[in-house]
């Protein structure tokens, strides 16, 4: 089956710190995969996408390229700021028959200090 | 433009008892979904609907019943409550129609705890 797996947390970095969220996955053909972004008391947002191999998403400073031959997804960002502390979902959506449907990842949370 | 909205943001149940989680959408979309977030496990699915009278089981259903009478509506019943249902619930949305670049809008979720 298909699955997602994220690097263990908690992460906690000081402001303008570099940021690496690793996220691998394992899928049957070809995915489409997800960063999605959860703020304290909010539900999920989508923050990037990519939907082939070699893509890269991008979104508020925030990169991830789609490495097929890694089968992997990693989450990066040069210089954090307080307000990116935030739990962070990887996801992938299957595609064919799957109706949208989306496999999460546990989710890493990212603590930023000042 | 209110997105998808749920209702209750939070309750406290007693064992035993059921309760309607409220999910609304407005956004005209196809596809609605039902999660629950655990702890550290990541978002399940419950339940997921494709359009107005079809509704199929996700990973996690039991304990659970959903019903799709309109686009707009998808509410999540709680029967016999129990403390293994005490989680945070999201409802989410996606329009159906964009393959695999479509994306999924969240509510901003109910927490639930049950006693």
């Known amino acids: 089956g298909n699955s997602v797996t994220q690097m263990e947390g908690p992460v906690t970095l000081s402001e303008e710190a570099f940021l690496t969220i690793n996220c691998t996955y394992t899928a049957t053909g070809y995915p489409s995969l997800f960063w999605y972004v959860q703020y304290p008391g909010e539900g999920l947002q989508l923050l990037l996408k990519?939907?082939?191999?070699?893509d890269k998403g991008s979104n508020k400073g925030f990169e991830a390229t789609y490495r097929k031959e890694t089968t992997s997804f990693h989450l990066e960002k040069g210089s954090v700021q307080v307000s990116d502390s935030a739990v962070y979902f990887c996801a992938l959506y299957a595609g064919g028959t799957s109706y949208g449907k989306l496999t999460f990842g546990q989710g890493t949370i990212l603590t930023v200090h000042p | 433009n209110a997105g998808v909205t749920q209702t209750p943001k939070f309750r406290i149940l007693k064992i035993g008892q059921s309760m309607t989680l409220q999910c609304t959408q407005d956004m005209n979309h196809n596809y609605m979904y039902w999660y629950r977030q655990d702890p550290g496990m990541g978002l399940k699915l419950i339940y997921y609907?494709?359009?107005?009278?079809?509704?199929d089981k996700g990973e996690v259903p039991n304990g659970y019943n959903v019903s799709r009478s309109t686009t707009e509506d998808f509410p999540l019943r709680l029967e016999l409550a129990a403390p293994s249902q005490t989680s945070v619930y999201f409802c989410?949305?996606?329009?159906?129609?964009?393959?695999?670049?479509?994306?999924?809008?969240f509510g901003p979720g109910t927490r639930l705890t049950v006693l």
């Open positions: 990519a939907t082939k191999a070699d």
């Open positions: 989410a949305s996606s329009n159906g129609l964009a393959g695999r670049t479509d994306t999924q809008y």
């Open positions: 609907s494709v359009g107005a009278g079809i509704t």
